[in-house]
């Protein structure tokens, strides 16, 4: 059976599904009409076998309680995602569902860290994992990246370890590939990253759910660079931002040490979760099963979005910079030479422009007069947005 949702440039309309990127505007504080381009899913129609899948599920209309075991061909779906595009050999007994990845962090901060302990990030990073840290009653730590003069981000390991070792940080929370500057890191970076943690004893909770939009550079699983640090590390996959299904909430969460496993499924077990959604299962299966050719047509189409934006803005936005990201479909514009301060430049994109963004801000100080754009959307409606930044500025 040949894949059947190949037309990315149809603009379907997403308008009055209970959708969180486009019926939630003015509940927000936005315009009603503002376009959005701001949460990570995509626009385009997911693979035809997913939604076979989840069909068959609707036609048999049982929906009881569901799970999974090892032979009926779930984690052997996943698994051969995992080795076939990644070359990370997964074991069944590492393995632990969550419904998201947000949910995975939640419960890795409660298994890694006491109440008052300190938890690291690298802003501007991903919002999440900052108020996640807070509302745990744990103390977020940034050390944040370096903003380099051709647009370029770095890590500063002495600031990193001196911080771990000042606030006695128990949990580092790695994105890899990182949202919103688009960095893949590579395996020397990794290693400084995870002997700097092994040295101090902090757990490590690499989250590389971006992993499978990698445009430039080889990603590495982090866990999988030193023997050793499978002792100290929780690894996060799902297949919602590959196959843009975040609605059926369904993630991997691989842990190969015994401890760290038994204490992070603990408090998945004191959140609540038990049995996962059986749409999101049979969604997952189907996907990393069948999903393949749909996927890479996919990631050549962001890929020229990417391409289109940064021809765009070089050539149509002088006082905006673009710095094409490694990984993910999320660009990290660069609204400083506007000489607009960040309530200057909110204005421009909600006001004006009616764009729906993220404003850079959300991801740390260091993310200030940055605004995050998502480009996984039609061509028309990105040329539609940057259009729209052209004319206001
Ligand atoms: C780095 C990163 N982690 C996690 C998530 C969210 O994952 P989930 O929807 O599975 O909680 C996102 C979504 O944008 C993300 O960018």
């Known amino acids: 059976m040949p894949e059947r949702n190949l037309n990315f440039d149809e603009v379907v309309d997403r308008k009055n599904t209970k959708c969180l990127k486009y019926d939630f505007a003015v509940r927000r504080g936005l315009p009603e009409d503002v376009l959005p381009l701001w949460v ?23 929906y009881g309680y569901t799970n999974v075991q090892r032979g009926d061909g779930f984690f052997e779906a996943v698994s051969g995602w995992m080795k076939r595009h990644h070359d990370f050999d997964v074991k069944p007994e590492w393995h632990v569902i969550t ?24 802003q501007p990073v991903y919002y999440p994992f900052y108020n996640i840290i807070l509302q745990n009653g744990r103390k977020p730590v940034s050390s944040d990246l370096v903003h380099n003069e ?17 606030n006695r940080v128990k949990l580092f929370i790695l ?3 990182h ?19 092994k040295a101090h004893n902090v757990t490590v909770f690499s989250d590389e759910i971006h992993f499978d939009f990698i445009w430039n550079g080889e990603h590495s699983v982090f866990q999988e660079l030193d023997p050793s640090f499978r002792d100290f590390t929780i690894t996060a996959t799902a297949p919602s ?40 299962i049979a969604a ?50 660069d609204f400083n030479g506007t000489g607009l301060d960040t309530e200057g430049i909110e204005d421009l994109i909600i006001n004006k422009a009616k764009l729906w963004l993220d404003s850079g801000k ?23 947005a940057l259009s729209r930044i052209k004319n206001v500025l």
Not at 99 to 122: K, L, M, N, T, Y
Not at 243 to 250: E, K, T, W
Not at 309 to 322: C, F, S, T
Request: overall charge negative.
């Open 150 to 166: 051709d647009g370029s981000y770095d890590i500063d390991y002495d600031d990193f370890e001196r911080k771990i070792i000042e």
């Open 284 to 333: 997952a299966q189907a996907a990393y099963e069948h999903g393949d050719e749909w996927y890479s047509a996919m990631l050549d189409y962001v890929q020229k979005n990417i391409e289109f934006a940064n021809k765009y803005v070089n050539e149509e936005l002088p006082e905006v910079k673009m710095r094409k990201p490694d990984a993910t479909y999320l660009i990290w514009l």
């Open 241 to 280: 931002k590959t196959f843009n299904i975040a609605g059926l909430q369904q993630s991997n969460i691989f842990i190969p040490d015994r401890t760290l496993r038994r204490k992070f499924r603990e408090q998945v077990g004191i959140a609540g979760f038990d049995e996962p959604n059986i749409f999101g």
């Open 99 to 122: 419904p998201g990845v947000c949910f995975a962090i939640s419960a890795a901060v409660r298994a890694a860290s006491e109440p008052g302990d300190a938890v690291i990030i690298q």
């Open 362 to 384: 959300i991801f740390g100080k260091s993310g200030e007069g940055f605004q995050r754009i998502n480009v996984a959307c039609p061509r028309s409606v990105l040329e539609d």
């Open 179 to 197: 949202n919103p500057v688009g960095r893949v890191w590579t395996r020397e970076e990794l290693l400084k990253l995870g002997n700097i943690c």
């Open 175 to 177: 994105c890899n590939p």
């Open 40 to 62: 990570a899913d995509m626009d385009f129609r997911t693979s035809s076998y997913i939604q076979d899948a989840i069909t068959e599920i609707a036609r048999h209309n049982i």
